[in-house]
C-alpha cells in the first residue's frame, strides 16, 4: 500500500527549503527515491493525510514532487529532475 511522505526538504540544485512530497510503499523505498538515508525519512517527513498532496503524489507514485515552503496549501507542485 502506498504512503505519501512529506516534508520540508534541501533538494539538491534548489536553493531554498521546499515542501517535498513522494508516494512510496514504505520509508525505506522514500528514502531511495530522495538519495537519503532513511534517519533522515524517519526525522523530517512524516505520512501526509493533506488531500492536495495525496492527490499529486498518488497520480505519480514513485515521482518526487516540490513547491515553495510557503503557507499556500493550492500552491502548484512541480516534478524534481536530479
Known amino acids: 500500500m502506498l504512503k505519501v511522505y512529506g516534508g520540508t526538504f534541501y533538494l539538491a540544485g534548489i536553493v531554498a527549503q ?3 512530497i513522494v508516494a ?3 520509508q525505506k523505498r522514500a528514502a531511495e527515491l530522495l538519495d537519503v538515508s532513511l534517519y ?3 526525522t523530517y517527513f512524516s505520512v501526509t493525510g493533506n488531500e492536495y498532496e495525496l492527490e ?3 497520480g505519480e ?6 513547491k515553495a515552503n510557503n ?3 493550492r500552491f502548484p507542485f512541480s516534478k524534481y529532475k536530479a
Open 18 to 20: 521546499q515542501r517535498v
Open 24 to 26: 512510496a510503499s514504505s
Open 61 to 66: 507514485p514513485e515521482t518526487i514532487f516540490y
Open 56 to 58: 499529486v503524489a498518488l
Open 40 to 42: 533522515v525519512i524517519q
Open 71 to 73: 503557507y499556500s496549501s
